[in-house]
């Protein structure tokens, strides 16, 4: 889904509507803040977990499989949006220009297919331990290494066309890292009908899946009842407590990403099914605000994490003693 972030989120505007030295202020700012919290954040995120026993836990298995997967953006995208700040083409020739300009794009589609999967086993995980607190987790630790793995596999080898999608090319003496669609799969092939197929595999479906577990979940927790003793009701509410705080935070990690992510799909359709405004200033405006969200979703889920936790803020505590 991301690929084509990194063609359109520095892309040259065919219009004048920018003032150019404050929007290279803006965005280096912007991009070195991203890489500054996202880089910082998901990294402890994973040592967290990594250090405290209490802590692993198939959910928190699969946070820090979304924040192994966040980091893909400092690390990959953002330098490179950097530099297309200043310089708007590609720097390295040959082969190993080549092959860097498939890599560059290809783990970002990655990296938010991983999330969008690992959001649906949280709230599999979640519906496992509120519906059914008396059987065995869905999700046990063994099966969860298995799924996080399952992740990263069943991503790379939907988007693997991107691999082939993405190559140099040269333009009035620069090379330039673009997708060509056509050159790589023919003329026949769409690449509208791959990205549309994508969105309603990779993100609608998952998130009407999501939306009905947690609703389910949500009436669960609102009709349970505690019966018995003084001792047995206050146990179980604790852990009507804890539930609901994990809940709050999944909810949030799963809004977080729909906030970031719903301008960047928006621009595309636009792109795609109303093109006659793609010139306008309004789209240039808007196309740049979807990318920068897009990119900055990477930098607000560690903020979820110890926003919602107290697990997580009692970590890094720790981490900083």
Not at 62 to 67: D, F, K, R, T
Not at 69 to 89: E, G, H, V
Not at 270 to 280: Q, T
Request: glycine content about 4%; aromatic content about 14%; hydrophobic content about 50%.
């Amino acid at each position: 889904m991301s690929a084509t972030l990194n063609t359109t989120m520095n892309g040259t505007q065919t219009l004048s509507c920018y003032n150019l030295t404050a929007e290279k202020i803006g965005k280096t700012f912007f991009y070195c803040l991203i890489i500054l919290v996202s880089l910082s954040g998901n990294t402890v995120i994973g040592v967290i977990v990594y250090k405290t026993k209490t802590m692993r836990k198939p959910i928190n298995f699969l946070i820090v499989n979304m924040a192994m997967s966040d980091l893909l953006f400092p690390i990959f995208l953002i330098p490179r949006a950097i530099q297309m700040i200043y310089i708007d083409s590609w720097l390295i020739g040959g082969p190993l220009g080549q092959a860097l300009c498939k890599l560059v794009s290809f783990p970002i589609d990655v990296s938010s297919s991983v999330s969008i999967q690992s959001l649906v086993l949280i709230a599999v995980d979640r519906f496992g331990a509120v519906v059914f607190p008396l059987r065995s987790p869905l999700i046990s630790s063994k099966l969860c290494t298995f799924f996080i793995l399952a992740t990263w596999i069943v991503a790379m080898t939907v988007l693997s066309p991107y691999l082939f999608a993405f190559n140099l090319s040269e333009y009035a003496g620069e090379l330039r890292c673009q997708m060509q669609w056509k050159k790589a799969f023919g003329e026949s092939s769409s690449f509208k009908n791959y990205f549309v197929s994508i969105l309603v595999i990779n993100i609608f479906i998952p998130f009407v899946l999501i939306a009905i577990l947690y609703i389910i979940i949500f009436l669960k927790l609102k009709s349970q009842k505690i019966p018995g003793e003084q001792s047995a009701n206050i146990e179980a509410e604790h852990r009507r407590q804890r539930e609901r705080n994990v809940l709050r935070m999944a909810i949030a990690i799963v809004l977080g990403f729909a906030i970031c992510w719903l301008p960047f799909i928006i621009r595309h359709l636009l792109n795609f099914y109303a093109s006659d405004i793609v010139m306008s200033c309004g789209f240039q405006y808007f196309s740049s605000f979807a990318s920068m969200m897009a990119t900055g979703n990477c930098a607000i889920n560690p903020c979820i994490y110890f926003i919602f936790s107290s697990n997580y803020r009692e970590g890094l505590k720790n981490l900083l003693r």
